[in-house]
């Protein structure tokens, strides 16, 4: 009898396995002359080579499955293990069409509207993308779906997520507790938005082991973002060295999207904002795209788009 070890690499095995193990129960009953064996993050399997073969085959499916889905139940199980592979071919080409990737509990991420449709796509041309528009368009959180997709299918090595540290004339002096405690509340939308892509297990291991920085735009000043995907968020607050320090950061193999609000600058009032001169500036570069977001792409309540229409009027009479 032929013996092996399988290790289950960032997956948590409680997930995987199931409730009660019902992964491995129903995997015994697919498999009946393969004893297995769980320990762990480690899968002892012992029978004949050949069935060890196809039980590797399905098994790999399965953690492909269990990665790109952050689920993994009955009836998924029972169609990898049964399908002759065209199955899964034909319905992830399907899926490719309409979904940016699946969240977490399998919560399906797409571009809800045609700018954000838009984004996605000049981003695959281009390794700069300027989205700009008012709150509540999804430029951040499309933005990152963007970011994570690229980090699964392995197109980029880590996601760096910046913003400049200014809010409404606060002062982060005043702010209680250390440097990261005072830095959270300015970063909470990148962590709102990463916490519906990434298992909780998974995403604190990648912000560990540094595949996930999330960081003020100060901490990038002397790097060089090599095989990254970068994302300057509220870049309208950035100042005019403040965003040539970023831009010039751009490394080989990286992707760089700035997203921001012209209508809501933080900035003291004679300051001129980084990105309404950026976006002057590099407007006719190849390789660099702009997206305008408007109100017909907010995704929140619907008084929001209400309330940017009332605003808008007041800003122009």
């Known amino acids: 009898m032929n013996e092996r070890s399988i290790a289950l690499t ?5 997930d995987f396995f199931g409730e009660h193990n019902s992964t491995i129960e129903q995997l015994k009953k697919y498999f009946p002359k393969i004893k297995l064996v769980a320990r762990g993050t480690n899968l002892k399997i012992y029978g004949e080579a050949t069935l060890l073969d196809e ?11 269990f990665h790109k889905y952050n689920k ?13 592979g065209k199955e899964e071919k034909t319905a992830a ?16 991420i797409k571009p809800k509207t045609a700018n954000q449709k838009k984004m996605v796509a000049l981003i695959q041309k281009n390794d700069m993308l300027f989205a700009v528009g008012p709150a509540g368009t999804g430029k951040t959180y499309t933005a990152v779906a963007i970011a994570v997709k690229a980090l699964k299918e392995k197109e980029v090595r880590k996601i760096i997520l910046t913003r400049p540290a200014v809010e409404s004339g606060e002062n982060l002096g005043f702010l209680p507790g250390d440097l990261k405690d005072k830095l959270d509340p300015y970063m ?33 000043r002397g790097r060089t973002l090599d095989n990254a995907f970068v994302i300057l968020d509220e870049a309208q607050n950035t100042t005019h060295s403040q965003m040539k320090m970023f831009l010039t950061r751009m490394g080989k193999n ?27 500036a590099l407007k006719d570069i190849e390789g660099i795209a702009q997206v305008y977001l408007d109100d017909s792409d907010v995704v929140r309540h619907r008084l929001v788009k209400r309330i940017i229409s009332a605003y808008k009027r007041i800003e122009t009479e």
């Open 254 to 280: 990286a992707k760089f999207i700035i997203n921001g609000d012209p209508g809501q600058i933080d900035l003291p009032r004679k300051q001129v904002s980084g990105l309404k001169e950026s976006l002057l």
């Open 188 to 220: 909470q939308p990148l962590y709102d938005a990463l916490r519906d892509m990434i298992p909780h297990e998974r995403l604190a291991s990648h912000i560990e082991k540094g595949i996930i920085q999330i960081a003020p735009l100060a901490f990038m």
């Open 10 to 14: 960032e997956i948590d095995p409680k």
């Open 93 to 108: 080409a399907m899926s490719a069409k309409e979904v940016l990737l699946h969240g977490v509990n399998g919560k399906l």
């Open 55 to 65: 039980f590797e085959n399905r098994l790999e499916q399965l953690i492909k499955y």
């Open 72 to 84: 993994l139940d009955e009836n998924s199980i029972e169609r990898i293990l049964t399908s002759t």
